[in-house]
């Protein structure tokens, strides 16, 4: 065998050694996108299925519960093409295409959730986030068109002020119901300022306005409290009293 000969075995090795990484590099590549890609879809199905199921009733409405289904369906769709022979997914799939084939007559069983803390009115508003995401990512998929796509978001912020609107008005009657006609007032008118700052507020000009007379209530019943009634012993009363009784004695001593 001839030095060149060697030669060129040697570079042919050399080549085929770097090919064959080159190609485990593509394979783990591929292997490690999937993975990826895999964990992301399971995420977001799982999210689509908390808001689904743990949105609020009062505020859930047949066309958005048929958004989510159809925004699951697509995600789930997606993860069978990286696991084509799981039954489960399959399964799902089916369920989801009956429910999305109802249309706007689709079931919403969601009960209703009354936003009375602070602490709800969180978790409610973290499920919109979540949604707003959902809706985003499936413009990016080329799912969603983008004019849906718009009136979801603008009924999103819209859902978002129906939210406040709840919690400002239960936690203002609460305070009534307890007797705190202060904390009532202060609910109340942090209500209707935030609806006074909405970029369209006519458009909540009605409950507005009934904001407004629970605020004036509350007001009144707050100025009710702090003036003394006639026959009360009222403690600033009776020492205006004796401050102006001692003056008067006090007057009667110097002049005389």
Known sequence: MTPLMIALLVIAGIVLLIAIGYMNHVVENNKLEKARTRVELNDRIRRCGEITETFPGQLMT?????????????????????????????????????????GESIPVNNPPGPILTEAKAKDVRFLLEALHGQVTRAVQDGFLPTNEAKHWLREIRHLLVLLHIEFFNNLGQHALQQNQPGQARLAFERGAQYLRKQPDPAVYNEQLKYLEKLLARANSMVLTNIQPTEDEANELTEGLKAAEADADWKKKVIYD
Do not use: F, G, H, W
């Open 62 to 102: 047949p066309a958005l519960k048929l958004l989510l289904t159809r925004l699951e369906l697509n995600v789930t769709q997606r993860l069978l093409n990286l696991n084509k022979s799981d039954p489960s997914i399959k399964a799902r799939i089916a369920e989801l295409q009956a429910l999305v084939a109802q």
